[in-house]
């Protein structure tokens, strides 16, 4: 069966300072894979999805960026963090074919203060 | 600009009283329609997948139905642990990324 984690569970950090959120998925090959911001009591925003390895969709222009550097490993970054990224970050796979219902990881409360 | 909507915002039970949440969407192009449930502080969690008019789906106390503007989650005879918020995704021909809707809050009281 398929599983995805996410870590940090939690994370703390000052304003400018840099941020590495990672996803990974186990039991599946070549899954679409998405990086989701879900504000209090909001909906999901979709940030960047990836197809493929080294390819990235980006949704919303903000500091954010994503990559991909394995099949199954989807990393969130920022250089500077604002106070305005704090959120649940969610990480999601879909098989991308004719099914394309998505998963979602645990999630990554992400305050910066 | 495709949209979905759902409705009410929250709404609160008593147990065993049954109702319904409503998700409206943009009807051109639709390839699919998704329910999640989300607790408090946790990723949502799949429910159903629905594809055409008239198709319906059911898991113990939820059974999801589509027509040709709008999919409906009833819940039936509900229990506190039915207690989440329900999100609503929709899949368009025209994106390869699903839209979710801003969820309904259903508060389940003993």
């Known amino acids: 069966s398929q599983t995805i984690h996410q870590w940090p569970a939690t994370l703390v950090q000052p304003v400018g300072s840099p941020l590495s959120l990672e996803c990974t998925v186990e039991g599946t090959s070549n899954p679409n894979l998405y990086w989701y911001r879900q504000a209090a009591g909001r909906g999901l925003q979709l940030l960047f999805y990836?197809?493929?390895?080294?390819?990235i969709s980006s949704e919303v222009p903000q500091n954010l960026s994503a990559s991909r550097p394995q099949d199954r490993q989807f990393i969130l970054s920022s250089k500077k963090l604002l106070l305005s990224d704090s959120g649940f970050y969610l990480c999601a796979w879909s098989l991308g074919t004719a099914a394309y219902e998505q998963y979602f990881g645990p999630g990554t409360r992400l305050t910066v203060t | 600009e495709d949209q979905v909507t759902q409705s009410p915002e929250a709404l609160r039970l008593q147990e065993g009283e049954s109702s319904s949440l409503n998700c409206s969407y943009t009807v051109s192009g639709l390839r699919g329609l998704f329910w999640y449930r989300q607790d408090p502080g946790k990723g949502p969690e799949f429910l159903f997948t629905l594809y055409s008019a008239g198709e319906e789906k059911e898991k113990e106390r939820l059974k999801a139905t589509l027509t040709k503007k709008e999919s409906f989650l009833h819940i039936t005879a509900p229990k506190p642990e039915d207690s989440a918020t329900y999100l609503c995704?929709?899949?368009?021909?025209?994106?390869?990324?699903?839209?979710f809707g801003s969820g309904t809050r259903l508060s389940i009281r003993p």
């Open positions: 990836s197809v493929g390895i080294g390819q």
């Open positions: 995704a929709a899949l368009y021909s025209s994106a390869s990324k699903i839209i």
